[in-house]
Each structure stands twice: as structure tokens, then as C-alpha cells.
């Protein structure tokens, strides 16, 4: 149905606004740029693609975290790769971000 993500710094425990998020699909040629957002005051971004967009497949997530950890962040992107068995169902990919240390997981 749709894609969402959100991002908690789990060194703050706040939520982490205004980190941007770009998506893209792999095609048999490469990864090809499908849509982007900024993380509101929440660290969300409720829907980062639309029921129309979403298909099985392998998608890309990156979060440009750099300028959100600031000029000597160890990770100043983070890249999630994840397939999309169902598209009738919502994927919620969810970042937990701290200075040296990240994780992911699918969330609902």
C-alpha cells in the first residue's frame, strides 16, 4: 500500500526532525530515484510513497543523516536495502540512529 519511515536517535531518545530520505527502485539497470521527504518534528514521514508507486521489488532507502549528527558524524549516510514481497501491504522502515551505532527493523 504505502511506504513510511521515522528515525530516533536513541542517544537523545527524540525523534530526529529534518533529516532527509531519498527512495529508489532497483531495475535491471541500476537503482532508479523514485521519491524523497524531510523527517517532520516527529521523525516521521508518513507517506514517503503513494499505493500507486509501490510494486514488488527492491527498494532503497537512504537517510542523509551527516547534517543531523553534524560535521564529524562517523555515518553521514545510512543505506537500507529491503524487498517488497506484497505491495497490498503497508512497509514502515524505521531507523534507530545514534553517533557510532544504527539498526533497523520492519515495523507496521
Do not use: C, K
Not at 23 to 46: K, Q, Y
Request: hydrophobic residues 35%; negative net charge.
Amino acid at each position: 500500500m504505502t511506504l513510511s519511515t521515522h528515525i530516533l536517535d536513541t542517544a537523545s531518545g527524540r525523534p530526529a526532525s529534518g533529516v532527509v530520505v531519498r527512495v529508489e527502485a532497483f531495475t535491471g539497470d541500476g537503482w532508479r530515484p523514485l521519491a524523497s521527504g524531510t523527517t517532520d518534528d516527529n521523525g516521521r514521514i508518513t507517506e514517503l510513497l503513494g499505493p500507486e508507486a509501490l510494486a514488488r521489488g527492491e527498494y532503497r532507502l537512504t537517510f542523509e543523516v551527516g547534517e543531523y549528527l553534524g560535521p564529524d558524524a562517523f555515518y553521514p549516510e545510512v543505506t537500507i536495502v529491503f524487498r517488497v514481497q506484497d505491495p497490498e501491504e503497508h512497509h514502515h522502515i524505521p531507523l534507530l540512529l545514534n553517533p557510532f551505532g544504527f539498526s533497523t527493523y520492519r515495523g507496521s
